[in-house]
């Protein structure tokens, strides 16, 4: 599959292990967040998603942190299995319109 | 099951023809969206259209068109490929409305565009 990232920030976890992405937004007007996971040679994929009134969310092995003060989200996934090794991208909309801007992303690299 | 596809998959083209990618969704989504992505800046915005007959730039807008003559396709145009226009390029739909529940972008596979 293509390669989306050759130059992005790497994870490596060890499997069953947890992992924590993060990511800092620069817009303190964003009220609105989402996790993309991107697997190799695929679209990006919805995981999880969060709004500003809310400072924690859980999903399916995942959980959501945002810290508004900070302007910091976090992505955490459980019991880390080697299906989770992909590119994650944090997103972000002000709720003026539809449109979503993502960061730059982090790759997950599974440890065996 | 609503789906969103692109084709080509892989394109090859030369500099300066003409290049059209196709983009069709079948979740009857006002918004679609056009993308972007290359080593180290990830998805960047460079069109996108909340229904028929509207059409907005994005980000990296400039040498790109697009048309929404129907809900279901937005056709990217790259009316003089450049080198630079190489990259991957992935279309996206989402809901609209006031009783939408959230922002959520739907994404096609992508297509591997190579201008040489």
């Known amino acids: 599959g293509e390669s989306v990232g050759l130059h992005l920030p790497t994870l490596s976890v060890q499997e069953g292990d947890n992992s924590i992405i993060n990511c800092a937004y620069s817009n303190s007007a964003s009220d609105y967040f989402i996790w993309y996971k991107q697997e190799s040679g695929k679209g990006p994929q919805f995981i999880i998603d969060i709004r500003s009134n809310m400072d924690k969310r859980q999903g399916q092995r995942v959980t959501v942190l945002l810290n508004k003060t900070v302007k910091h989200l976090s992505l955490q996934i459980a019991a880390t299995q080697p299906g989770d090794s992909a590119v994650y991208f944090c997103?972000?909309?002000?709720?003026?319109?539809?449109?979503?801007?993502f960061g730059k992303g982090t790759r997950l690299h599974i440890l065996p | 099951d609503a789906e969103i596809t692109q084709s080509p998959r892989h394109k090859i083209t030369e500099t300066g023809r003409q290049v059209t990618l196709a983009c069709h969704q079948t979740w009857n989504h006002n918004n679609m969206f056009w993308y972007r992505q290359d080593l180290g800046h990830g998805l960047r915005l460079i069109h996108y259209?909340?229904?028929?007959?509207?059409?907005n730039k994005g980000e990296v807008s400039d040498g790109y068109s697009v048309s929404r003559s129907n809900t279901e396709d937005l056709p990217l145009t790259l009316e003089s490929a450049a080198s630079s226009q190489t990259s991957v390029y992935f279309c996206?739909?989402?809901?609209?409305?006031?009783?939408?529940?959230?922002?959520?972008?739907?994404f096609g596979p992508g297509t591997r565009l190579t201008v040489t």
């Open positions: 997103a972000e909309n002000t709720d003026r319109d539809d449109k979503i801007i």
């Open positions: 259209s909340y229904g028929v007959q509207d059409t």
């Open positions: 996206a739909s989402s809901e609209s409305g006031l009783d939408r529940t959230s922002y959520e972008q739907y």
